[in-house]
């Protein structure tokens, strides 16, 4: 029979116990990486659509402030600067 020295397996037991706990941390650490790029490509992605919709809102106020202008308006000129910008 061998006989092992009296401090070997509790070394080995931390050593394994510690690459494990490196070995979790690893991968905690990776899948918070994959999580977060995730994340910011959607956010990339909603910020165009926010974007656009913004832009519309913007138009669709323009549009109906001129709507508005051309009905009130009884200055033919007025009216026919409205008609452009709507027309634009």
Known sequence: ????????????????????????????????????????????SNSRVINLAGRQRMLGQKLSKAALAIEGSKNNQVRQAYLQEIQE
């Open 1 to 44: 029979m061998t006989a092992k020295p009296p401090g070997q397996a509790p070394t080995r037991r931390l050593i394994i116990f510690y690459v494990t706990a490196l070995s979790a941390v690893a991968l905690i650490s990776i899948f918070a990486q994959v999580t977060i790029e995730r994340s910011l490509v959607q956010q990339a």
